[in-house]
């Protein structure tokens, strides 16, 4: 069998609720995998692309977050509605959706998102809609 194009790892990781680093997967149910392995079935790279359910990736205050090699693009804030703009911009058409990558300053660091999560520690001050769509992607 030949070697994966890309191989997509989402954080599979399940927290309680309330927790202060998050959850990417508060269900436990593995949507965001179970759609992209859908999307990438009905575009036909089934056996050419793998998405893996994985557990934490370490970057909770980013998530739902994933990783796709062999590029290593980090996103985060990840939500189904993003599956299929991921698929066909990143996968198929090479592009990474830059809207949702995780900055590479804020990878396995100390970034002012995690530095915002700890107890005690105040957030960046904005609305909160906007504050939480921010630190979902890293910005």
């Given at each position: 069998m030949?070697?994966?194009?890309?191989h997509i790892?989402?954080c599979g990781?399940?927290?309680?609720?309330?927790h202060p680093?998050g959850?990417c997967?508060?269900s436990?149910?593995?949507?965001?995998?179970?759609a992209?392995k859908q999307?990438?079935?009905e575009?036909?790279?089934?056996?050419?692309?793998r998405a893996?359910?994985?557990g934490?990736l370490d970057?909770?205050e980013h998530?739902p977050?994933?990783?796709?090699y062999?590029?290593a693009?980090?996103?985060?804030?990840?939500?189904l509605?993003?599956v299929d703009?991921?698929v066909?911009?990143h996968?198929?058409?090479?592009?990474?959706v830059?809207r949702l990558?995780?900055?590479?300053e804020?990878?396995?660091?100390a970034?002012?998102?995690?530095?915002?999560?700890?107890?005690?520690k105040?957030a960046?001050?904005k609305?909160?809609?906007e504050?939480?769509?921010t630190?979902?992607?890293?910005?």
């Open positions: 030949p070697k994966f194009e890309h790892f989402i990781n399940v927290r309680p609720a309330g680093r959850c997967d508060p436990g149910r593995a949507e965001l995998q179970k992209f999307k990438l079935a575009r036909g790279l089934k056996g050419r692309v893996n359910q994985a934490c970057q909770c998530g977050n994933l990783v796709i062999p590029e693009v980090w996103y985060g804030g990840v939500t509605a993003d703009e991921i066909e911009s996968i198929l058409g090479g592009r990474p830059q990558i995780i900055r590479d804020c990878l396995n660091t970034c002012e998102h995690k530095r915002a999560s700890v107890p005690d105040p960046v001050s609305e909160p809609e504050q939480l769509k630190e979902a992607r890293g910005l």
